[in-house]
């Protein structure tokens, strides 16, 4: 069974430019969450998206968003980069039961750089 | 807020040596609380869960056990591999099918032969 894919690896940007994330989840998996991981703040849960609905959503800006499509794939919009939205953003699809019962399953991430 | 606390790294011992990692949370109600690894270059995968007070997850030879009188759910090992290299983070979950799920900062982890 394929895992959690994200793409690109790794995306170098510039101030003010917009950038798109993709995400596609284990197949099945109906539940798909986006973080971001930062060595000062570590990990921040940025929104998670069930059967194409924004389910959750973390305390980040509005320059922040998502989406699910009807195959559970799911992209993450940023507009207006800044210095500070570098960071390795991460992506994790469940079988959407709720946390406690199905498990995350993390993709290897997109590393972000904003110059 | 509800919160997890980690203690800080990096952690380093020698192989075959005792792993406790500590972590608290602050929490309303009874959250579920996770360990998560990070291996170097990839995303975190779930090492063990606890779903209520007193359980006890284990694998891989980790273990860690809800602890709801001092809000701990420290991860343990008897002894540590090379392999077992990475950064763990503690988590919890809390409000059921609908809430968010809270890390610690991490702790990274180095197991030296």
């Known amino acids: 069974k394929a895992g959690v894919t994200q793409t690109p690896r790794y995306l170098i940007k510039t101030r003010g430019q917009q950038v798109t994330l993709s995400c596609s989840p284990i197949?099945?998996?109906?539940?798909v969450s986006w973080y971001q991981q930062t060595p000062g703040q570590g990990l921040q849960f940025l929104f998670e998206?069930?059967?194409?609905?924004?389910?959750n959503k973390g305390n980040f800006p509005g320059r922040f968003s998502g989406r699910q499509f009807s195959n559970s794939r799911s992209e993450m919009n940023v507009s207006t980069l800044e210095l500070g939205d570098s960071a390795l953003y991460l992506c994790a699809s469940s079988s959407g039961g709720g946390w406690a019962g199905s498990p995350l399953h993390f993709g290897n991430g997109t590393r972000l750089t904003v110059t | 807020g509800d919160s997890v606390t980690q203690m800080e790294g990096p952690v380093t011992l020698s192989e075959e040596a005792f792993l406790t990692i500590n972590c608290t949370y602050t929490a309303t109600g009874y959250p579920s609380l996770f360990w998560y690894v990070q291996y170097p270059g990839e995303g975190l995968q779930l090492l063990l869960k606890a779903t209520k007070a007193d359980d006890k997850g284990s694998n891989k030879g980790f273990e860690a056990t809800y602890r709801k009188e001092t809000t701990s759910f420290h991860l343990e090992k008897g002894s540590v591999q090379v392999s077992d290299s990475a950064v763990y983070f503690c988590?919890?979950?809390?409000?059921?099918?609908?809430?968010?799920?809270?890390f610690g900062k991490g702790t990274k982890l180095s197991v030296k032969p």
């Open positions: 998206y069930f059967s194409e609905t924004q389910r």
């Open positions: 197949s099945g998996h109906r539940s």
């Open positions: 988590a919890l979950v809390y409000g059921g099918s609908q809430g968010n799920l809270i």
